[in-house]
């Protein structure tokens, strides 16, 4: 995927997508330990999303096997790779905030 927009206006859109990642993270978490299926596959769905449009396709990638685990309600599948999605989005977050500041300096 190719971003066609202004180099300020992708920043930002790494930006936001930064700041969303803890709130993620944490509903995702909440709703595994919870069985709330419908709520996880919502929040995933929206990783996906948002993180394809920023470029990431592999992370978007990992994403959309576990949306489309939940949309079969595939518990098994949910609690088996939740935790390293989690681990990912973290290094991800990481990660874009170094390109953040870099781009700041």
């Known amino acids: ?36 299926l419908r709520l996880y596959t919502i929040t995933v769905h929206a990783l996906k999303s ?4 920023i470029g990431m396709a592999s992370f978007s990638e990992q994403a959309k096997a576990l949306e489309l685990a939940g949309n079969r309600e595939d518990a098994e599948q949910l609690r088996h790779e939740t935790p390293d999605f989690l681990r990912l989005c973290h290094e991800v977050k990481e990660g874009l905030e170094a390109v953040l500041s870099a781009s700041v300096s």
């Open 50 to 53: 948002t993180s394809l449009s």
């Open 1 to 36: 995927m190719v971003y066609t927009g202004s180099a300020s206006l992708y920043l930002k859109a790494l930006e936001l997508f930064v700041k969303s990642i803890d709130e993620k993270t944490a509903l995702l978490e909440k709703c595994a330990d919870e069985g709330d």
